[in-house]
């Protein structure tokens, strides 16, 4: 994934204000257990609607095919 460092410097789960760290296609938030997709490698999708469980991300290998 191709996240700005930058980015992930500043960027903070939305519920919780924790970091997030990359893994795969998806920024996490271990504190809150949720995983943010990354749409086109490198925009985080961190709406709260749009979140999945970080047992599921988990299950699908941190993977995904959200287009935008």
């Known amino acids: 994934m191709a ?4 980015l992930l410097k ?18 996490i938030c271990e ?4 995983a943010f ?5 490198t925009i985080p999708d961190m709406l ?3 979140v ?3 047992k599921k991300a988990a299950e699908a290998r941190f993977r995904h095919n959200i287009k935008i």
Do not use: H, M
Request: net charge positive; charged share 30%; hydrophobic share 40%.
């Open 52 to 54: 999945w469980p970080l």
């Open 3 to 6: 996240v700005p460092k930058k």
């Open 10 to 27: 500043i960027i903070a789960c939305p519920k919780c204000k924790n970091d997030v760290k990359e893994r795969g296609l998806f920024l």
């Open 37 to 41: 997709p990354v749409l086109d490698k």
């Open 31 to 34: 504190s809150c257990e949720l």
């Open 48 to 50: 709260i609607a749009d």
